[in-house]
């Protein structure tokens, strides 16, 4: 398999998307949720689309909007069409909906707990057992798992504001993790007491 998960900045990336259907729509929705600026080519445009900022364009402009693009999306049904904004847009970050690996982009499934955002990618042998995946890990997080994600990030600003040595700092955070004191805390949901005596624990440390 040759291909790479990462994780890449959107925020004022130019989306470009060939289409305006279920996944067309779906795409966008993914990107404006993420900051970029989306432009569609296709027949009409959902509300919820028009309400995030998304803009319907003309499929007569699909030149200008591949120029402008710096990601293009090709989720539409007209197959040379799809065939040729594809070709024009080689060298761009390339997402094809229809055949996924005539792109150099792939969009996985993804969805997200709190802080946690997962994706799951099956190198295109089953979308089928993607949804089920995400239905299994998704009933196995709990509440109490994101409540000690944001303890952890609590504690590793503290840590790095006192401790410089990376090794010294993971070790304190196992020792967090691992406190009896500080799990009853995110067992009863006091979140604010934990980051009190996390900080104390902290403190009393930096003082040795």
Sequence with gaps: MDWTSLYYKTSNLNVFILGTGEVATRRANKFLDHGANVKLAGNNLSEELEVKGAELCSTRNVDELVEWADLVVVASGDNELSDYVSRIASDKLLNRADYPY????????????GDIEISIF??????????QLRKRIQSIITEEDILEIELQDHARSLLKESIDDQKERR????????????????RNNQIDDAKVYIDKLIGDCSDT
Excluded: C, Q, W
């Design 102 to 113: 005539e792109g150099n982009v792939i969009v996985p499934t993804s969805f997200k707990i």
């Design 171 to 186: 070790e304190y955070l196992y020792r967090i993790f691992e406190d009896e004191k500080i799990n009853e805390f995110i």
């Design 122 to 131: 099956t190198n295109g042998k089953s979308p089928l057992m993607a949804r």
